[in-house]
């Protein structure tokens, strides 16, 4: 393990500024809008600040104010940030991100959660953070080899909080790190505290006599995640299955590349027409840095074909595997997949906490950032109670 830093060549800027002026735009039919992708106005003009607007060295400086460092972990280079907090009986916490995002997704939440007492919280409430990249994903990629799935990381996740001397600690992660937080408490629940997510499917069995006695808001909620399945669902089906072929093109296009994540801020976040009205654009596109300076936009899309089989057992209806730590959710109401609480309580009874908001969406830390700290704040307040009680 050894301190990290990041510095990425001049000519690597330089070489995305020339890709991007010298790209070759397709045509597009009038009248679309986003109703079959990103559409072509949009992207120009994103693609023109990015280059000529954007400060990635700004980015850069502020990724760099926190300590990063960097493991080898089963074969596997693992960077990640340890931020710890000024108050010594904090909370160890690991955050996990998803995909498209990355370590961006927690930048707003770091201060507020490792030092409360200096954004209006108690000392109470601190966390030491532990904020890793994915294997594959930012500066912990590209991969070299397949076989990195979820259960994968979660146990290469246990490995470094052992490596950091955490004996117990509480997790947390939305889209893949949902599943990966899961997956921690499932397999390591003497130290693992508690598994706070703000991802969680529910799926149905097709059953009629299922959907009896459901609210009209939980049958908008089943309906809306069959239309994730039907409809925004295609980057995975592509990446479940052919995660080579289209890194060709993402790993080559900076153009594509940002396409192929910005689409995702637009459909996943809680804005009215336009990523930016969810998310500050620099971060986004700062988001879409990581992946382009680090080439991993194949070895991320690599995890959906690896996880295939472990993600379909979360697409069938049922009980999962034994958990036996608490369980917080925090639930998003605009996201695209808002879970059903009658079928979240079946399949993991171990449900201790249940926030809503009516605020946000599937990159809760980056969009409703205070929203996101005050409901990681409740759940772990929560379980200090009860092991006070």
Do not use: C
């Not at 926190?66 to 972990?73: A, D, G, N, V």
């Not at 706070?196 to 006599?209: E, I, M, R």
């Not at 369980?327 to 979240?344: C, E, L, N, S, Y």
């Not at 201790?352 to 980056?366: L, T, V």
Request: net charge negative; charged share 20%; aromatic share 12%.
């Amino acid at each position: 393990m050894y301190p990290y830093r990041i510095d990425i060549p001049q000519a690597q800027l330089d070489d995305l500024h020339r890709r991007v002026t010298e790209t070759r735009w397709p045509t597009e039919p009038a009248g679309l809008g986003w109703s079959r992708g990103i559409p072509l106005d949009y992207l120009k003009e994103l693609a023109d600040y990015w280059v000529n607007t954007y400060d990635w060295r700004k980015a850069e400086e502020r990724l760099n104010q926190y300590p990063q460092f960097m493991t080898e972990i089963d074969g596997a280079n693992v960077h990640f940030l340890h931020v710890r907090s000024p108050e010594p009986d904090a909370t160890p916490l690991v955050l996990t991100h998803g995909w498209p995002g990355s370590i961006v997704e927690f930048l707003d939440s770091i201060g507020p959660l490792t030092d409360p007492v200096a954004h209006g919280g108690t000392a109470a409430d601190a966390f030491h953070l532990v904020i890793p990249s994915i294997p594959g994903h930012g500066f912990s990629g590209p991969l070299t080899e397949t076989g990195w799935d979820i259960p994968r990381v979660a146990r290469a996740w246990v490995e470094l909080m052992n490596r950091l001397g955490y004996d117990r600690y509480g997790v947390q992660g939305g889209d893949w790190g949902s599943f990966i937080s899961l997956e921690m408490g499932r397999i390591n629940p003497d130290q693992v505290i508690g598994v706070h997510v703000n991802l969680l499917l529910t799926p149905t069995s097709g059953d009629p006599a299922e959907l009896e006695g459901l609210s009209e808001v939980e049958h908008v909620r089943i309906a809306r995640l069959n239309n994730y399945h039907a409809d925004l669902s295609g980057y995975a089906k592509v990446q479940s299955t052919r995660p080579l072929t289209v890194s060709y093109g993402l790993h080559d296009s900076p153009v594509g590349q940002l396409a192929w994540i910005m689409e995702k801020f637009r459909e996943w976040t809680d804005s009215a027409g336009l990523p930016e009205d969810a998310v500050d654009r620099d971060l986004m596109l700062t988001n879409v840095m990581l992946y382009w300076l680090t080439g991993t936009a194949g070895s991320s899309a690599h995890l959906y074909y690896d996880s295939g089989n472990y993600l379909g057992k979360w697409f069938m209806p049922g009980p999962r595997e034994v958990m036996n730590v608490p369980i917080g959710v925090a639930v998003a109401i605009p996201d695209v997949t808002p879970p059903v609480r009658t079928f979240a309580e079946r399949d993991l009874p171990t449900i201790s906490h249940w926030e809503e908001y009516d605020r946000g969406s599937h990159f809760f830390a980056m969009e409703e950032p205070d929203l996101f700290v005050h409901d990681v704040r409740l759940f772990y307040r929560s379980l200090r109670t009860a092991l006070a009680a």
